[in-house]
């Protein structure tokens, strides 16, 4: 009988659609309701960011809105795990003395991000991860770190190895053919434009720019559209 850290327990040649259903269904099953991956740090070598590793059930009106207002910069979680290792819980009636930081915690609470317990990852290619768990209040969160440690720790490394592996390009789909469309999609996602501003710009629906951003992520075997957007700027595709 193996035990609980001697395998990887994403399927190989999952995609990223099929991580983020067994990533969502494990923390579930322990008892919270949201999580999210990112990569804050990359390995040697690599280019990635936040958004562009971000894996999350998160409500995608709370992502958009974290990615346009550059969050990721100001974020204290963020800025807590690049400078240390042990995990740590993060309560919902958590405030700052700064004001944009304050506008941040306060949307996060209305879009029900609330108590979470995060836990940083720091691997020997040099990659920082975090992988955050969440719940509506703080005893859900802390009954889920009692009973399911082990569980959450697992999910973390599996969720921070599959997406440096992609990082790392041992995955790469960097060659396929993109549309005009999945192209102008992904060059307009690069200059940080939201579904709404590109279907604007473009004269799309929003379903049919999200319909594009989808197709050419799959094509590229990206983790997110911002990742396809990275990986195809830097193959020269768009």
Known sequence: MSLWFEHNRIPLGSSVAEVGLLLEET???????????AMLKPPQGCQADLYSTLMTNYPQQWVERHIEQDYGRIDPVVERVLVE??????????????PRR???????????????IVLPIRDRHGAVGAFTGVACDEDRVRDAVQHHAQELLAAAWDAHEFAVDRVRGERDGGDAALTLREKECLLWTLEGKTAQDIAAILNLSVFTVNRHAHNATHKLGSLNKHHAAMQAFRAGLI
């Not at 923390?27 to 991956?37: E, I, P, S, T």
């Not at 304050?102 to 979470?116: C, I, T, V």
């Open 102 to 116: 304050q506008q941040l915690l306060d949307e996060a609470r209305a879009f029900g991000h609330m108590d979470g």
């Open 27 to 37: 923390v579930k099953g322990l008892g919270l309701d949201q999580f999210a991956y």
């Open 85 to 98: 290792m042990r995990p740590f819980v993060w309560p919902a009636d958590s405030s700052s003395p700064d």
